[in-house]
């Protein structure tokens, strides 16, 4: 599975982003795919995820400003941002997860088993 990420870019604070990610491959094996952010000097976070019966999940920081959004047709998985804040700067990166997942109670990072794309750079400034 190949993971192709694009969307980000500069924004003021309150602003509003799309990433999106195309999916190649054996993607009928994925049960799950994500958005992962990285801020400087932190790990990497599951922020936003979708199962492959379109049911979604999000991190608490994230919720009620993120959508994220799959197109089975164009093998597509789209974050859409709104209300950014500064907080929300740094990278993030596409992944498709390879394990059974569910999308119920506080999301959590995906299992180790899991494809990466490469990440795109958000940068909220004030």
């Known amino acids: 599975v190949q993971l192709q990420a694009s969307g980000g870019g500069s924004v003021q604070a309150g602003g509003s982003l799309r990433l999106s990610c195309v999916s190649s491959g054996t993607t009928y094996t994925i049960n799950a795919w994500g958005w992962y952010h990285q801020a400087v000097g932190k790990e990497r976070e599951l922020v936003a995820a979708?199962?492959?019966?379109?049911?979604?999940n999000y991190r608490d920081s994230v919720k009620g400003r993120f959508t994220i959004t799959r197109d089975d047709i164009k093998e597509t998985v789209s974050l859409e941002m709104t209300d950014l804040t500064i907080d929300d700067t740094g990278v993030y990166y596409c992944?498709?997860?390879?394990?059974?997942?569910?999308?119920?109670?506080?999301?959590?990072?995906?299992?180790?088993?899991?494809?990466w794309g490469q990440g795109t750079q958000v940068t909220v400034s004030s």
């Open positions: 979708i199962s492959d019966d379109g049911r979604a």
């Open positions: 992944v498709a997860e390879l394990n059974p997942w569910e999308p119920t109670g506080p999301l959590t990072n995906f299992s180790p088993l899991t494809y």
